[in-house]
């Protein structure tokens, strides 16, 4: 028969269970002797896995003389409160809230520590973005801001002195430029900003793929033009419809037919194709540009990634292009070869 210390025993080992926090108990020497569901969860070892070995095994970047020293602190009477950044099993990494403290017995004797943490990586990666954000503010916007304010200073001067006139156009010139850079950086962010929300979609509607693509040639082609580049479209299925919201999407070939001339030289031509792949329609963007580097190609869909030739931006374009599309329950992606161009594709759901 079960004692009534063992059922309390086994009361509190439910209890521990069913916290969905990471609880992890550890002897004097820092050897794990308890290790709940919630770790197994947070870090991806089981507790068989983890009995007998220590939690730096979890936080190798950060070194065993920082454990070490934590451990030390503990030992001194301080709480540990604070963050870390670990490996899970699979090699990825997570950030975690901690805190850990002495467990001492009934007569008050040390016996071990025990911490409990949460998975702070989402913040972590939020906190991230927000700090490059800032820093890709202060200098990509210092340039053109500087840019307007000398041009404004030079037109004011110019008015004062009575030698306004022709002389003023480069001025205005070079305001405006600066301005419209602002304005695009700006933008960027805000659509950043109604991707994380869930805002970027808007109203959708049904639209033929032939027309979308007539549009985006339409609209872009005074673009290519001033590149002394050529803008084509391939014959098109005039039956082929999408679900879609027309404007976003427009956006996004704007995004794509911007990035195929920024990089293709003058005289090739950028070629927009549109098939139906199943129940998706698959919409295209080729270029004749030098292509993109093997080693780069994995990641120019990633925030804030600029392509190395090209540094100009702040690396949201294509980001962004994934977000409208992934929006509309579609898919983005890129193909290339080194000195054979680039071709950037994405799907919508086909009506």
Same mark, same amino acid.
């Given at each position: 028969m079960?004692? %009534?210390?063992?059922e309390?025993v086994q ?10 926090d ?5 002897d004097?020497e820092?050897?794990?002797?308890? $290790?709940n @569901?919630g770790a =197994?969860v947070?870090f991806? #070892?089981t507790a068989?896995?983890?009995?007998? %070995?220590t939690c *730096?095994?979890? #936080?190798? =970047?950060n070194g065993?003389a920082r454990?070490?020293? &934590?451990?030390?602190r503990?030992l001194?009477?301080t709480? #540990?409160?604070?963050? $870390?950044?670990g490996?899970r099993?699979? &090699?990825s990494?997570?950030w ?5 403290r002495?467990?001492?017995?009934e007569?008050?004797e040390?016996?071990g ?5 949460s998975d702070?990586t ?5 906190e991230q ?6 820093a890709l503010?202060?200098?990509?916007l210092q340039?053109?801001?500087?840019t307007?304010?000398?041009?404004a200073?030079a037109?004011? !001067? ?7 006139g022709?002389a003023?156009?480069?001025h205005?010139?070079?305001?405006l430029k600066? /301005?419209?850079?602002m304005?695009s950086?700006i933008?960027s962010?805000?659509?950043?900003a109604?991707i994380?929300s ?6 959708p509607?049904?639209?033929?793929? *032939?027309a979308?693509l007539?549009?985006a ?8 033009a001033?590149?002394?580049q050529?803008?084509?479209? =391939? ?15 427009? !956006?996004?070939?704007s995004?794509?037919?911007g990035?195929? /001339? %920024? @990089?293709?030289?003058?005289?090739t031509?950028?070629?927009?194709s *549109? ?7 698959e919409f295209a ?6 292509g993109? *580097? ?9 925030r804030?990634?600029?392509v ?5 931006g702040? &690396?949201?374009?294509?980001s962004?292009?994934?977000g409208?599309?992934?929006? @509309?329950?579609?898919k983005? $992606?890129a193909?290339?070869?080194p000195?054979? &161009? /680039? ?6 759901p086909?009506e």
């Amino acid at each position: 028969m079960r004692s %009534r210390a063992g059922e309390q025993v086994q009361f509190l080992s439910t209890i521990l269970e069913n916290v969905t926090d990471s609880v992890i108990v550890t002897d004097l020497e820092g050897r794990i002797q308890y $290790w709940n @569901h919630g770790a =197994e969860v947070l870090f991806g #070892y089981t507790a068989a896995e983890m009995m007998g %070995r220590t939690c *730096a095994d979890l #936080y190798t =970047e950060n070194g065993p003389a920082r454990y070490a020293e &934590g451990i030390k602190r503990i030992l001194d009477g301080t709480d #540990y409160v604070g963050e $870390w950044r670990g490996r899970r099993k699979d &090699g990825s990494a997570v950030w975690i809230d901690l805190v850990t403290r002495m467990m001492r017995d009934e007569r008050g004797e040390a016996v071990g520590f025990i911490g409990v943490s949460s998975d702070a990586t989402r913040r972590k990666q939020a906190e991230q973005a927000r700090d490059r954000v800032m820093a890709l503010l202060s200098h990509d916007l210092q340039n053109p801001l500087t840019t307007v304010t000398l041009s404004a200073v030079a037109l004011s !001067q110019q008015i004062r002195s009575g030698q306004a006139g022709s002389a003023m156009l480069p001025h205005l010139d070079r305001i405006l430029k600066s /301005s419209e850079m602002m304005s695009s950086m700006i933008q960027s962010l805000l659509d950043l900003a109604r991707i994380d929300s869930g805002q970027i979609l808007g109203a959708p509607g049904v639209h033929s793929a *032939a027309a979308l693509l007539a549009k985006a040639a339409d609209a872009f082609a005074t673009l290519v033009a001033e590149k002394r580049q050529r803008l084509l479209t =391939e014959p098109v299925d005039q039956s082929m419809r999408v679900s879609c919201n027309g404007d976003r999407i427009m !956006q996004v070939f704007s995004n794509l037919i911007g990035n195929a /001339s %920024r @990089h293709a030289p003058a005289g090739t031509t950028i070629v927009l194709s *549109a098939r139906l792949a199943g129940m998706f329609v698959e919409f295209a963007v080729r270029d004749e540009g030098p292509g993109i *580097a093997s080693e780069e190609l994995p990641h120019v869909f990633e925030r804030f990634r600029r392509v190395s030739r090209h540094p100009g931006g702040l &690396g949201l374009g294509l980001s962004i292009v994934t977000g409208i599309v992934e929006a @509309h329950g579609g898919k983005v $992606w890129a193909e290339s070869t080194p000195g054979r &161009g /680039s071709t950037f594709r994405f799907s919508l759901p086909a009506e």
